[in-house]
């Protein structure tokens, strides 16, 4: 597929998520859509998913080949899926992203950043922590 129409794809793809359109986003994934490409500030659509809690969407680019733990770098749109989604208390997404194998211990910004955890704890989000712990998230330091 040559990058002018993967391209298009990728924008379609990004229409479809933020539309929250689940039909849309399955049927340009069908097309060939790479569920990884991010766009061109460097946003990932498994991060732009998460981070709004669409979590049949996330479960849909995670069935297509979307890395759980690849950080996004766009503008405003920096930071794992995992941690995105904690901070925000989307605890059906976090659920997902940790079926689809999210470690739930990794940290942003190549490692020296937040955890999942640290951001359901700060925000706070009580649910989220808990499926987190349950999942072997560890708080830094080792005690809650």
């Not at 929250?20 to 859509?33: F, T, Y």
């Not at 690849?70 to 995105?84: D, K, N, Q, V």
């Amino acid at each position: 597929m040559n990058r002018r129409h993967q391209k298009k794809l990728s924008h379609r793809l990004f229409a479809a998520i933020a539309a929250g359109d689940a039909a849309r986003v399955r049927a340009v994934l069908r097309s060939g859509a790479d569920p990884e490409r991010p766009d061109g500030e460097g946003a990932r659509p498994l991060y732009e998913a998460a981070v709004n809690g669409k979590a049949e969407i996330v479960r849909l680019l995670l069935a297509a080949g979307a890395a759980p733990d690849t950080e996004s770098s766009g503008i405003g749109a920096e930071g794992t899926p995992l941690c995105a989604a904690a901070c925000w208390g989307h605890t059906e997404t976090v659920r997902v992203l940790l079926t689809y194998g999210a470690d739930p211990n990794l940290r942003e910004d190549d490692g020296t950043g937040w955890s999942p955890l640290e951001w359901a704890l700060r925000v706070p989000h009580p649910e989220t922590v808990e499926l987190l712990v349950d999942a072997g998230a560890m708080p830094h330091g080792g005690t809650l």
